[in-house]
């Protein structure tokens, strides 16, 4: 993992995701891209270049921001860009060949009762770029204990699970993977194949009505310190794929959250 990405919100948590941020990109050696992406909406026959003032503000805020941080000796590269946020962002991952993108939960959202606010919402939701979600607050700490769940073991996409490997050998982590079986059920769904089975340290199968379910039911017995999950458009976030927004009664993770794209 050498390349990572936080993009930067106003919320008042901003300072200490990045300082989780660079704490996080030290533990691995790896540079960190702090970015902020904005959008100009304008009248026909505007004459004021608005464009140029917004660049130098939000470039102006985040090297602010960087200042107020300990940066540990890693390498930070501040970017301000225009666009719409989900492309602007998937481009300049791919640009910057970004390995995973650290996201707050509410980078602008004040409401206490938002778990995911709009943006992250869509961070998480509309792009297949393996995520990291930090709880608001939370400090770093080395990751010792995973609890990876998920409803299907099968793989089809190349190298899927690298961002879980990357923290496993990283941290020397335990994998502790979590089968929920669903009413989705599908056979071979639990045949867990040898790519899998080199990352984790026990299995528990389980059966919930959905794969949350099966994590509230087992994270207090595991403890973990990272809780792994899948990305897929009728997965792990299913109950609210239709809204960006994610409240607090409908999930809810004291501890990181580490988004994989889907596996198939």
Same mark, same amino acid.
């Not at 106003?10 to 990109?25: E, G, K, R, T, V």
């Not at 130098?56 to 921001?65: G, M």
């Not at 379910?213 to 999950?229: I, R, T, Y």
């Given at each position: 993992?050498?390349?990572?990405?936080?993009?930067?919100?106003?919320?008042?948590?901003?300072?200490?995701?990045?300082?989780?941020?660079?704490?996080?990109?030290? !533990?691995?050696? !790896?540079?960190?891209?702090?970015?902020?992406?904005?959008?100009?909406?304008?009248?026909?026959?505007?004459?004021?270049?608005?464009?140029?003032?917004?660049?130098?503000?939000?470039? !102006?805020?985040?090297?602010?921001?960087?200042?107020? +941080?300990?940066? =540990? *000796?890693?390498?930070?590269?501040? =970017?301000?860009?225009?666009?719409?946020?989900? *492309?602007?962002?998937?481009?300049?991952?791919?640009?910057? #060949?970004? #390995?995973?993108?650290?996201?707050?939960?509410?980078?602008?959202?004040?409401?206490?009762?938002?778990?995911?606010?709009?943006?992250?919402?869509?961070?998480?939701?509309?792009?297949?770029?393996?995520?990291?979600?930090?709880?608001?607050?939370?400090?770093?700490?080395?990751?010792?204990?995973?609890?990876?769940?998920?409803?299907?073991?099968?793989?089809?996409?190349?190298?899927?699970?690298?961002?879980?490997?990357? +923290?496993?050998?990283?941290?020397?982590?335990?994998?502790?993977?979590?089968?929920?079986?669903?009413?989705?059920?599908?056979?071979? %769904?639990?045949?867990?194949? %040898?790519?899998?089975?080199?990352?984790? *340290?026990?299995?528990?199968?389980?059966?919930? !009505?959905?794969?949350?379910?099966?994590?509230?039911?087992?994270?207090?017995?595991?403890?973990? %310190?990272?809780?792994?999950?899948?990305?897929?458009?009728?997965?792990?976030?299913?109950?609210?794929?239709?809204?960006?927004?994610?409240?607090?009664? #409908?999930?809810?993770?004291?501890?990181?959250?580490?988004?994989?794209?889907?596996?198939?």
């Amino acid at each position: 993992m050498k390349n990572i990405l936080v993009p930067v919100g106003s919320s008042a948590n901003a300072l200490s995701n990045l300082q989780y941020a660079i704490d996080f990109a030290q !533990a691995f050696g !790896a540079r960190l891209y702090v970015v902020q992406v904005y959008n100009v909406y304008t009248k026909a026959g505007t004459m004021i270049k608005v464009d140029d003032i917004i660049e130098r503000e939000s470039i !102006a805020y985040l090297n602010d921001l960087v200042s107020k +941080v300990d940066k =540990k *000796d890693v390498e930070i590269i501040i =970017k301000s860009f225009k666009g719409k946020l989900i *492309d602007t962002l998937e481009l300049a991952c791919k640009v910057g #060949d970004i #390995d995973l993108i650290l996201v707050e939960p509410r980078t602008n959202s004040i409401r206490e009762e938002v778990y995911l606010g709009k943006t992250s919402g869509k961070i998480i939701k509309q792009t297949q770029i393996p995520a990291l979600i930090i709880p608001e607050g939370y400090t770093f700490k080395p990751i010792k204990n995973i609890l990876f769940a998920i409803k299907s073991a099968i793989i089809k996409k190349a190298d899927v699970l690298g961002p879980l490997r990357a +923290v496993k050998e990283n941290f020397s982590s335990n994998v502790n993977l979590l089968l929920v079986k669903t009413p989705f059920y599908g056979e071979g %769904d639990f045949e867990v194949n %040898d790519e899998m089975k080199a990352l984790v *340290d026990t299995t528990t199968k389980t059966e919930n !009505a959905t794969t949350f379910q099966g994590v509230l039911e087992h994270f207090q017995a595991q403890q973990p %310190d990272l809780l792994c999950v899948v990305r897929r458009k009728r997965g792990f976030f299913a109950k609210n794929w239709e809204k960006n927004v994610i409240l607090k009664k #409908d999930f809810y993770s004291p501890v990181p959250v580490l988004v994989l794209s889907g596996l198939k």
